[in-house]
């Protein structure tokens, strides 16, 4: 279930930039149990950060967690290693 609208993404990621980033959009409450919350990019963790921060102020629990794949960019489905 996607909970966020996803933030405009413009320039650099560098904290200096993140004051001028809209608070998050919550499209959806989510329900039941701890609520996972990935990243799909860990730099700063400033994303995680406001995302986390915002579930515990609701009283909601939530784990994060990032997602990084190693290599290029990816196109397509995973390729098989040889």
């Known amino acids: 279930m996607r909970i966020w609208r996803d933030p ?40 995680m950060e406001k995302a986390l921060a915002a579930l515990c102020s609701l009283g909601i629990p939530a784990a994060g967690t990032a997602w990084i794949r190693s290599g290029g960019a990816a196109t397509g489905p995973p390729r098989p290693a040889h």
């Open 8 to 47: 405009p993404v413009n320039g650099v990621s560098h904290p200096k930039e993140y004051r001028r980033l809209p608070p998050l959009d919550m499209l959806a409450m989510p329900i039941g149990g701890t609520t996972p919350v990935i990243d799909d990019v860990a730099t700063s963790g400033y994303h």
